[in-house]
């Protein structure tokens, strides 16, 4: 361990532990703003740690978890593999052709199998029920590395990346798009932590009711706002961040006809960026539609921030990891 590191996990450590700690993490609804402050200040230590063949965080003992996924991905694999790599634990791959949640198995029978293995478990799932069920009967952390409602890793490397290139300080976030899982889990996020978030939606696309609300709370404690529009140059009108996913999203392929329709008004293009700031910087989940959501022109423009933000899933999910089980 890099000399100085240590302190600064212990640091983190004792403001997680003092902000509430969640035992699993479902959703950002899990953190309070403190917890959410540790893992993004540890996160950037070991991003500059790692970034120079250092780590700031090693598992003193085995440590193995079971990385169920039942969708694709690229990003929240390897990052979470490659992470756990780098803090001397171990991932075990399960798709769902491998243990069929629900169909092979009842969910909770999966959960109590699996507590006795593994120290946590990381699961991309098609139901956000899914992940309440292994969570009540599993004996070890449950982490959401996706549902249809939440996307809570995702949100915890946007605000990483916003907080390298632009700052800390209250700034307006456009959302424009989709109000779906990942709008959800960036807007909470974005109001715990103070900003003014603005969201830009079809009809009928709006996030969920119960997310508006619980951002608004969390806007009133901490200074920032949400605002819901149909215009998405009124939401990106001198925004400092422009954000947009997919519009169909996995699981949703069905509408994918009709959803093409009601999002084209919806593109991130150069024309609507020319109403943020000059200095806006545009960020994508990913993976990107090109020429849907998202154009070339603007997501390999400078100010794309995209790789960025992919990069940084790895090290908020190994901050998130440290401070989670951290005491093993
Ligand atoms: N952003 C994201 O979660 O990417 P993957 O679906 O590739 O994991
Ligand atoms: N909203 C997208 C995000 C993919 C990372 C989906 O759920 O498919």
Redesign the pocket.
């Known amino acids: 361990m890099e000399s100085g590191a240590h302190s600064v996990y212990e640091q983190a450590k004792a403001l997680w532990e003092s902000a509430h700690p969640p035992r699993h993490y479902l959703s950002v609804n899990d953190l309070a703003p403190q917890a959410a402050h540790a893992i993004l200040t540890l996160a950037r230590a070991m991003k500059d740690a790692t970034r120079r063949g250092q780590e700031v965080f090693r598992f003193a003992r085995p440590v193995a978890l079971a990385l169920i996924f039942e969708?694709p991905?690229l990003?929240?694999r390897v990052a979470w593999e490659v992470g756990l790599h780098q803090m001397g634990a171990h991932g075990v791959y399960l798709t769902q052709s491998d243990i069929q949640m629900g169909k092979r198995e009842a969910v909770m029978d999966i959960a109590r199998n699996l507590s006795r293995w593994v120290q946590g478990i990381v699961a991309r799932v098609f139901l956000h029920s899914t992940l309440e069920e292994l969570a009540r009967f599993a004996e070890v952390p449950v982490i959401n590395a996706?549902s249809?409602r939440e996307?809570p890793c995702?949100a915890l490397a946007d605000l990483m990346t916003i907080h390298e290139h632009k700052g800390e300080q209250p700034l307006t976030l456009a959302w424009v798009g989709?109000g779906?899982?990942?709008?959800h889990s960036f807007t909470l996020l974005a109001t715990l932590l103070g900003h003014h978030v603005r969201i830009a939606t079809p009809e009928g696309y709006e996030p969920h009711e119960a997310i508006l609300a619980q951002a608004r709370a969390y806007a009133q404690a901490s200074g920032g706002s949400v605002q819901l529009l149909r215009d998405p140059r009124e939401a990106v009108a001198d925004a400092d961040a422009v954000y947009t996913?997919?519009w169909?999203?996995?699981?949703?392929e069905t509408e994918r006809e009709v959803r093409m329709r009601h999002f084209l008004p919806y593109q991130v293009n150069e024309a609507l960026l020319r109403f943020a700031k000059p200095d806006a910087v545009v960020l994508h989940?990913?993976?990107a539609r090109r020429g849907e959501e998202i154009t070339d022109a603007v997501l390999d423009g400078n100010q794309s921030v995209v790789w960025d933000q992919a990069e940084n899933r790895l090290h908020t999910q190994k901050a998130l990891l440290a401070l989670m089980l951290g005491t093993l």
């Open positions: 969708k991905s990003r929240t996706l249809e996307h995702q989709d779906n899982n990942v709008c996913d997919v169909v999203s996995m699981g949703y989940c990913l993976p």
